[in-house]
């Protein structure tokens, strides 16, 4: 269902100040380990938008994510949240409890004024025919696809994607994303994905894990940050897939 | 299921009858020792009736008896869950209380509230609570991560909430475990009265080890071993009730759901 952009602008939540979460000198080793999961590991986000967390696994994304969504204490260096107020973290193997059926689950857990974002992310996301079903009942995609509509429904200024789209198709994938980045364009979204084709189109920085004792740790790259209304051309896409290849 | 699981008692019993009887015939022992078929047969028939109300007067203690058990094990387990301070004081404790044997305590319970109702129902509670209360700790102490997460990264947790979706994901553990603590209820309840109780059916073992009459006790056997057949096939119906009802069938949940998809 078409919306006008005077509807968007309803149930998207006002513009914060550009100024967002900074890391500096970030470190971090688990209890009773010597090895350090990431150190002097430096970012910042300075503006809203939507932005990719990326990296081979076991280099630390998710350690940084749930640092980030103050899962994990303990951490060395500092972390900044600036204006970020509300930080969510969702990953992809969450599940929805079984007694109830995925409509009157998203029902009960949309705050109020949130019945029409929630219609409107039920179409964009496909879960329409599904909503009967309990959440078991669900292939991997769409549980996937489930969980983060409920997460988008809460109210958020950071929200930490941990691998949020897996097993979802390309098409279904692409429609998401771009809707999540009309709907909440004033929002921080910290992407992490495996995908790095998704992470080049979509993202707009994109900071990429150099793995253990490499310095710095990571590298910033702006990516084609694709919109509903600015598509990405197929030579910056390749130029910076190979300039992601090459940080490495 | 009622029927095959009374079938299976009474092959069971009846093996273990032949059994009696083969060490009775190989070791030619005399009647005195292990009575005849014949003679149990007899016996039976002349204390059927007696035994019967003796084996359900135990029953009825015994089910009232799990019934205190099953919601004192839920009320410490769930208090017990939280790992804060007096979380794990009340876990320490349970532990530590559950390893004095409660048979050794029995003769205290009988001096002090008499051969009785109470101290029968006390006893039989006791020694069902203790294996129920770590299973249901060990489960509402254990968290669904994957499902909670939700709950406490958008403030929503509360305890009634965090109790229903643990008990929900082992749902098919806390069945077995309140259908197999039946039989803990029942054992409780004949030993309070095997120590010193003046009713029940263990009262009526005790009469009949100090007569030597190993027929008397075999009858008791049996009926103590049909009626908690029946105990546990209703439990484990009931728990199967509850399951199904919470995991309704596809039909039942399109029919009864269809107004909530209505509003989306």
């Given at each position: 269902?078409?919306?006008?952009?005077?509807?968007?602008?309803?149930?998207?939540?006002?513009?914060?100040?550009?100024?967002?979460?900074?890391?500096?000198?970030?470190?971090?080793?688990?209890?009773?380990?010597?090895?350090?999961?990431?150190?002097?590991?430096?970012?910042?986000?300075d503006?809203?938008?939507?932005?990719?967390?990326?990296g081979?696994?076991?280099?630390?994304?998710?350690?940084?994510?749930?640092?980030?969504?103050?899962?994990?204490?303990?951490?060395?260096?500092?972390?900044d949240?600036?204006?970020?107020?509300?930080i969510?973290?969702?990953?992809?193997?969450?599940?929805?409890?079984?007694?109830?059926?995925?409509?009157?689950?998203?029902?009960?857990?949309?705050p109020?004024?949130?019945?029409?974002?929630?219609?409107?992310?039920?179409?964009?996301f496909?879960?329409?025919?599904?909503?009967?079903?309990?959440?078991?009942?669900?292939?991997l995609?769409?549980?996937?696809r489930?969980?983060?509509?409920?997460?988008?429904?809460?109210?958020?200024?950071?929200?930490?994607?941990?691998e949020?789209?897996?097993?979802?198709?390309?098409?279904?994938?692409?429609t998401?994303?771009?809707?999540?980045?009309?709907?909440?364009?004033?929002?921080?979204?910290?992407?992490?994905s495996?995908?790095?084709?998704?992470?080049?189109?979509?993202?707009?920085?994109?900071?990429?894990?150099?793995?253990?004792?490499?310095s710095?740790?990571?590298?910033?790259?702006?990516?084609?940050?694709?919109?509903?209304?600015?598509?990405?051309?197929?030579?910056?896409?390749?130029?910076?897939?190979?300039?992601?290849?090459?940080?490495? | 299921?009622?029927?095959?699981r009374?079938?299976?008692?009474?092959?069971?019993?009846?093996?273990?009858?032949i059994?009696?009887?083969?060490?009775?015939?190989?070791?030619?022992?005399s009647?005195y020792?292990?009575?005849?078929?014949?003679?149990?047969?007899?016996?039976?028939?002349?204390?059927?009736?007696?035994?019967?109300?003796?084996?359900?007067?135990?029953?009825?203690?015994?089910?009232?008896?799990?019934?205190?058990?099953i919601?004192?094990?839920?009320?410490?387990?769930?208090?017990?869950?939280q790992?804060?301070?007096?979380?794990?004081?009340?876990?320490?404790?349970?532990?530590?209380?559950?390893?004095?044997p409660?048979v050794?305590?029995a003769?205290i319970?009988?001096?002090?509230?008499?051969?009785?109702?109470?101290?029968?129902?006390?006893i039989?509670?006791?020694?069902?609570?203790?294996?129920?209360?770590?299973?249901?700790?060990?489960?509402?102490?254990?968290?669904?991560?994957?499902?909670?997460?939700?709950?406490?990264?958008?403030g929503?947790?509360?305890?009634?909430?965090?109790?229903?979706?643990?008990?929900?994901?082992?749902?098919?553990?806390?069945?077995?475990?309140?259908?197999?603590s039946?039989?803990?209820a029942?054992?409780g309840?004949?030993?309070?009265?095997f120590?010193a109780?003046?009713q029940?059916?263990?009262?009526?073992?005790r009469?009949?080890?100090?007569q030597?009459d190993?027929?008397?006790?075999?009858?008791?056997?049996?009926?103590?071993?049909?009626?908690?057949?029946?105990?546990?096939?209703i439990?484990?119906?009931?728990?199967?009730?509850?399951?199904?009802?919470?995991?309704l069938?596809?039909?039942?949940?399109?029919?009864?759901?269809?107004?909530?998809s209505?509003?989306?």
């Amino acid at each position: 269902m078409a919306k006008s952009k005077m509807d968007l602008k309803n149930i998207t939540i006002k513009g914060k100040s550009p100024l967002g979460l900074t890391c500096r000198q970030l470190e971090y080793r688990y209890p009773e380990s010597d090895e350090w999961v990431f150190k002097h590991l430096s970012f910042s986000l300075d503006r809203p938008g939507f932005h990719s967390l990326f990296g081979p696994s076991g280099v630390g994304k998710t350690s940084l994510a749930r640092v980030i969504a103050g899962e994990i204490k303990g951490f060395g260096g500092e972390l900044d949240q600036g204006t970020i107020k509300t930080i969510l973290y969702t990953y992809n193997q969450e599940r929805l409890p079984g007694w109830s059926s995925l409509a009157r689950h998203l029902t009960g857990m949309t705050p109020p004024g949130k019945d029409e974002l929630r219609r409107e992310l039920v179409e964009t996301f496909g879960l329409k025919p599904v909503l009967n079903h309990t959440f078991a009942q669900l292939s991997l995609g769409q549980q996937n696809r489930v969980n983060l509509l409920r997460y988008l429904l809460q109210d958020f200024d950071l929200m930490i994607m941990d691998e949020s789209l897996a097993n979802v198709d390309e098409r279904s994938k692409e429609t998401i994303l771009l809707k999540i980045k009309e709907l909440f364009y004033d929002r921080y979204f910290l992407y992490i994905s495996h995908n790095l084709i998704e992470v080049a189109r979509f993202c707009d920085r994109i900071f990429v894990f150099r793995g253990k004792g490499k310095s710095p740790q990571t590298i910033t790259f702006k990516g084609l940050d694709t919109r509903m209304n600015k598509l990405s051309r197929k030579e910056d896409l390749d130029r910076v897939l190979l300039e992601i290849m090459n940080a490495g | 299921m009622l029927g095959r699981r009374i079938i299976q008692f009474f092959l069971i019993f009846t093996l273990g009858i032949i059994c009696l009887m083969g060490v009775k015939y190989s070791l030619n022992l005399s009647d005195y020792v292990i009575p005849g078929p014949r003679e149990i047969l007899t016996t039976g028939r002349s204390i059927f009736h007696e035994y019967l109300f003796d084996t359900m007067n135990t029953l009825i203690i015994a089910v009232i008896g799990q019934a205190i058990s099953i919601f004192m094990a839920f009320f410490v387990g769930i208090t017990a869950r939280q790992s804060t301070w007096a979380g794990t004081l009340i876990r320490a404790a349970a532990y530590n209380i559950q390893a004095y044997p409660i048979v050794a305590v029995a003769p205290i319970i009988f001096i002090l509230l008499g051969d009785g109702f109470t101290s029968r129902l006390l006893i039989a509670a006791m020694i069902c609570y203790f294996p129920l209360l770590l299973s249901v700790i060990g489960i509402m102490a254990e968290p669904v991560v994957d499902i909670e997460h939700f709950y406490v990264a958008t403030g929503r947790m509360h305890w009634q909430l965090e109790v229903k979706i643990r008990a929900f994901e082992n749902m098919g553990k806390l069945t077995t475990v309140i259908a197999g603590s039946s039989t803990l209820a029942m054992a409780g309840t004949i030993v309070a009265e095997f120590i010193a109780a003046n009713q029940g059916i263990g009262h009526s073992i005790r009469i009949a080890l100090y007569q030597s009459d190993l027929a008397r006790i075999l009858v008791a056997l049996f009926l103590i071993g049909l009626f908690l057949s029946i105990y546990q096939e209703i439990l484990e119906s009931i728990g199967k009730r509850i399951t199904s009802s919470l995991f309704l069938t596809k039909e039942c949940r399109l029919n009864k759901m269809s107004r909530n998809s209505a509003e989306l």
